[in-house]
């Protein structure tokens, strides 16, 4: 279901008149709804480790070199090198003297601190991507702004989760009569998705891969 699906949704669920097309999406109320099932959207995926939110990355590291800018868009999960893990160290003052344990990496500022090889490799990163929507191309994007855009969350739950949250969130008055009705169909709906979306990354069906 894309952003224009869900926005008439909510349309419907309140009473409100839906719209034919997105440019008829005018009003003070269209807008408090597009901005709020964007906020949903980022609460829920931002909640758990969610398995659908894990990507892969390949990255170059230039040989003699022992740091690169982090370009990865969200939480990193692991890194590899030549199949080894590595695993992460907080003191990154080591990596600045060249004094790390072996198999470790560290951040610093905007930068990743890696081991230094006498040859390129490739930094392969696992992460939960920040970014919770995507276009018609199924690329991911930080929200969704475009009829076609739709949430990362899978169906059938972002329709529930979406809906029902942006309306009790519109409404924001448990004395309104359907209140309780959106947030138990919400609360509901989020329980299900928890029960049966994995969040761990040995659970996760697929991982997407981005060459940067």
């Avoid at 597009?34 to 390949?58: M, Q, T, Y």
């Amino acid at each position: 279901m894309n952003y224009f699906d869900l926005i008439n949704k909510c349309l419907t669920e309140l009473n409100y008149k839906t719209c034919r097309s997105f440019v008829e999406l005018t009003k003070n109320d269209h807008e408090k709804i597009k901005n709020i099932l964007n906020i949903i959207n980022a609460e829920v995926c931002g909640f758990d480790n969610w398995s659908f939110l894990l990507r892969k990355a390949s990255i170059e590291l230039p040989k003699n070199t022992g740091e690169i800018v982090n370009s990865i868009s969200g939480r990193i999960h692991s890194i590899y090198i030549d199949d080894t893990k590595l695993e992460y160290y907080s003191d990154f003052e080591k990596f600045i003297m060249n004094k790390q344990p072996s198999d470790t990496y560290s951040s610093f500022n905007d930068k990743l601190l890696l081991p230094i090889f006498n040859q390129d490799k490739t930094l392969e990163i696992i992460y939960y991507t920040n970014k919770f929507a995507q276009n018609a191309d199924a690329e991911d994007t930080y929200s969704m702004t475009v009829e076609t855009d739709k949430s990362i969350i899978p169906n059938p739950y972002a329709e529930p989760i979406l809906v029902y949250g942006t309306c009790m969130r519109l409404k924001a008055n448990p004395e309104y009569s359907k209140f309780n009705y959106w947030f138990s169909m919400y609360k509901d709906s989020l329980a299900t998705m928890r029960s049966k979306i994995g969040t761990s990354a040995l659970e996760t069906p697929e991982i997407k891969l981005h060459r940067r």
